[in-house]
């Protein structure tokens, strides 16, 4: 008998044994160092074996060699990007999805499809966004859905000039202008790979001390192109500032200008969850675009974006394959014409069972809690010394300095060595961070598992880790602010 057979006919036995691991993995977290240090325990010699030891043998080998190498990165303290955790009901979701795995290309055959389509309707109920007008699907991450949304972008523009991109690439097309105020880096990128490349970014002039786009400035940029279609990204959180550029006014301009407007609302969508955090990204409603993120502040492992766009048609013909064994002549859309990949895994599980678990009111609470905390640890810099607050905490991401003795903007590497060595601590790990011309690091609340009770644990650990690089005085006392 085989191997795979064998695990196979004692299925019940590795999956515990897995789910034991798993469990103890978490109840670890408060002992397990935030960022792994793992570059001189894990050896990069081993050889492919010919023969394997099966599942039970694997995982011993997990539990002993990889699992002490890893990062808490799903715990309470774990502040860089924008990391959300697991919720319980979206971690055995995605169990549950590797497990039935189903493939989303095509419909017809599984229940999988409808699922996903109904989870992609919650998720417009949770962000207030009406059903009917806007489609989408599940991709790999914002990336994903960014590349989605310049691809139905780029359909939308060809349109207008009488062509499909889909069929005739960018030849016969205007030079097509994307006009952006902060854009995320991921969008720099996608630009590159649809073809509009890098040069097509048409700078939008922001608001004083702010991230956010300046509609004078974007309706004199808009103005200032040759006439044709253009494109606006638009925050909806920028990355580091988490500022909001004024949907409703930016959406009148691309309607007066023949622009496509694209929201990057990868985590600034949730903010719409919270009644008094919900006029911050009023007028999403009004893109012909979204991106948007399930395993940043919905607590859904990664990976999982979601896109929307009110031009279905258009998504379906930039994405859209076709063959003779791909028609079922089912109902609902086929998701590989609604996405990059044509082979998908069911994404929309660990999604649909947080969101039934918790429902709107459990999401709604995270995105508070987290904002709280952000506010916190803000007071919390104001008052250490050693310590400066770049920016106003809007959101979830505070973004502190070095600060020096003599006044002078500290350097970028004055504030990778208080990383480095916040990291060296094991509680607290961050990223870098800057506005404007101003070094910093970057701290983003977005876990549901972390607490008040984490805080006192971040204000140690960076009074610690700037002792470290040159102490100024005595940190203010734990929990103040």
């Not at 006192?456 to 880790?465: C, N, Q, S």
């Amino acid at each position: 008998m085989s191997t795979m057979r064998q695990d196979h006919d004692q299925l019940e036995e590795v999956f515990a044994a897995a789910s034991a691991g798993a469990a103890a993995f978490h109840r670890g977290l408060a002992e397990r160092p935030v960022a792994a240090d793992y570059t001189a325990r894990l050896t990069q010699t081993e050889t492919l074996p010919k023969n394997g030891i099966g599942a039970l043998a694997a995982l011993k080998r997990f539990e002993t060699e990889i699992a002490p190498n890893l990062s808490g990165s799903v715990g309470p303290r774990y502040l860089g990007l924008v990391t959300g955790g697991a919720t319980p009901a979206a971690l055995v979701g995605d169990w549950l999805a590797a497990s039935v795995d189903q493939n989303l290309a095509l419909p017809g055959d599984s229940a999988a499809t409808p699922v996903t389509l109904r989870t992609l309707d919650f998720l417009k109920d949770l962000f207030g966004l009406p059903r009917e007008a806007f489609e989408g699907s599940f991709t790999t991450g914002a990336t994903g859905a960014t590349l989605l949304g310049l691809a139905t972008a780029r359909e939308w523009c060809a349109e207008k000039v009488g062509l499909s991109a889909a069929e005739v690439g960018m030849r016969g097309l205007p030079v097509i202008p994307v006009l952006s105020a902060c854009p995320h880096a991921a969008t720099i990128k996608v630009m590159s790979i649809t073809g509009f490349g890098r040069d097509a970014l048409v700078p939008v002039g922001r608001l004083p001390n702010s991230e956010a786009m300046d509609p004078a400035a974007l309706n004199m940029a808009l103005g200032e192109q040759p006439a044709g279609p253009k494109i606006v990204v638009a925050s909806a959180g920028t990355v580091t500032m988490t500022d909001f550029d004024d949907l409703n006014a930016v959406a009148d301009l691309c309607a007066r200008h023949e622009a496509w407007l694209h929201v990057d609302a990868a985590f600034g969508a949730f903010a719409r969850c919270v009644p008094e955090l919900a006029g911050m990204a009023a007028g999403l409603e009004r893109a012909d675009s979204i991106t948007g993120d399930c395993h940043k502040w919905l607590n859904v492992p990664y990976d999982s974006g979601f896109f929307f766009t009110r031009r279905g048609d258009l998504l379906e013909r930039a994405q859209g394959l076709a063959a003779a064994y791909l028609v079922t002549g089912a109902t609902e859309p086929p998701m590989m014409s609604r996405a990059v990949e044509s082979s998908q895994r069911f994404r929309a599980l660990p999604a649909w069972m947080t969101l039934i678990a918790y429902g709107r009111q459990g999401v709604e609470e995270v995105v508070r809690a987290n904002c709280a905390q952000a506010t916190k640890l803000a007071a919390w810099i104001e008052e250490a010394p050693g310590f400066e607050l770049l920016c106003p905490t809007r959101l979830n991401v505070v973004v502190p300095s070095v600060a020096e003795e003599d006044g002078t903007p500290s350097s970028p590497e004055r504030n990778g060595a208080l990383l480095a060595a916040l990291a060296r601590g094991g509680k607290v790990f961050a990223t870098p961070g800057a506005v404007g011309e101003r070094a910093g690091i970057r701290m983003c609340f977005s876990n549901w598992m972390t607490e008040d009770a984490d805080l006192p644990i971040i204000f140690e650990a960076l009074a610690k880790a700037r002792a470290e690089i040159g102490e100024l005085g005595e940190p203010p006392k734990q929990g103040t602010g």
